[in-house]
């Protein structure tokens, strides 16, 4: 068995995608006689700066031997969009069955996932791993591409995506999808497919803006279902369709973690008080602290979040929460949280006890006093607080999910549930 890792063939501004480099990879493998085994896409850390959108590396798994997918790894890497200098493609050939690639290279993939690795640690994994290295520019693709090589003895949560791939004169051009019948088709396997469609709005988030090969991308936990959606969808001719397995969906990118062990570039899932209300502030973000003891960390939900920000401007301050997102700038950018316990009353200004209108104070530390009726009380009253939110699990909208988080209807969220549902 061979493992084919790639990574950083795209570019912001001129699109391409990896996912399609693997796909024409697996393409010029079969004309070559070799099987391809499957196809992974693994979601690296969010939070790395060179990145595009969702910091994708694919691996190709594959009987044919490693010179010869060498050889067609150079030949696919001239896909690479190169002309952007902030696309540095890698690839690694590893001579091995994926599940016998050294702990070291699988330990690799995952802290990857969670943390910022460099090209200098990936090359010298894979050159004591004796794996063939394949580089263009700084070559800082390396690192995408050993982690996908060592993704499949790494990870145990896996998701598919159907990718439809356009035919190469319409990239760039407006894509032509017909969303009725995406909405139906989204419908039709939901829960087993899921991000389809943004359920409440309608609006196709299958279906990419950037001018990359990608014409739609169906994701689920069965794989036979993300291939019927795909076939209910009408839209332009489609050139290319490939399935693969993937991370996507898995929160394997969070760490379990006390305020005190956040760092910067990684993300996390922090139990903590809300020590201050919420606050909307300009663009409609919204910032929270949560705290714990003498730690504190600042929480957002950006505009694009939508109706998710009315979900953390209902917390108060002494709700108990879980929240989930990566720590950039000091800021835990929220993709979930969980509401553990609320805040169920609040201490108002008394009401006399005989005429029923409200108190007055009667001093600082004297309590308080009706002015007509002369009765007093020690302090203020509690009263029941109306709340819109109850225990359980609340999320970003499918629109502004990242790609490696996971949805809530995929379910195991530990004993909280999902009131939305």
Known sequence: ???????????????????????????????????????????????????????????????????????L????????????????????????????????????????????????????????????????????GLVGALAAVGAWAALDDWTYEHIAYRERERWGTDREVDEASVRVAADAHYSAVWDTVDRESGYPVCVPRTPCPILYGIRGDDPEACRAVADDIESEPVAERATFLTNQGTDIHLQDATMADVVADSAYRVTGTVADPPTTREGGHVFLTLADGDDGLRCAAFEPTKRFRDRVRALREGDRITVCGEVSGGTLKLEKFAVRDLVRTELVTPDCPDCGRSMSSAGRNQGYRCRDCKTSTDGKAERPLDRSLEPGWYEVPPVARRHIAKPLVRGNFDDVTHPER
């Open 73 to 140: 790894v150079r030949e696919t890497l001239s896909l690479a969009q190169t002309d952007d200098p902030m696309t540095n493609p890698g690839a690694v050939v590893a001579d091995c069955a994926p599940e016998d690639v050294p702990p070291q290279v699988s330990e690799f993939t995952v802290d990857a996932i969670r943390e910022i690795q460099d090209r200098v640690t990936a090359t010298q994994l894979s050159d004591f791993a004796g794996f063939a290295r394949v580089e263009r520019g700084n070559g800082r």
């Open 1 to 71: 068995m061979t493992v084919v890792g790639l990574d950083d063939t795209d570019s912001r501004e001129t699109g391409m995608c990896t996912t399609y480099a693997a796909a024409r990879l697996a393409d010029a493998i079969r004309d070559a006689g070799g099987h391809v085994e499957r196809l992974l896409l693994i979601r690296l850390n969010p939070a790395v700066e060179h990145k595009t959108r969702g910091n994708a590396a694919l691996a190709v798994h594959t009987d044919l031997d490693a010179d010869r997918a060498t050889d």
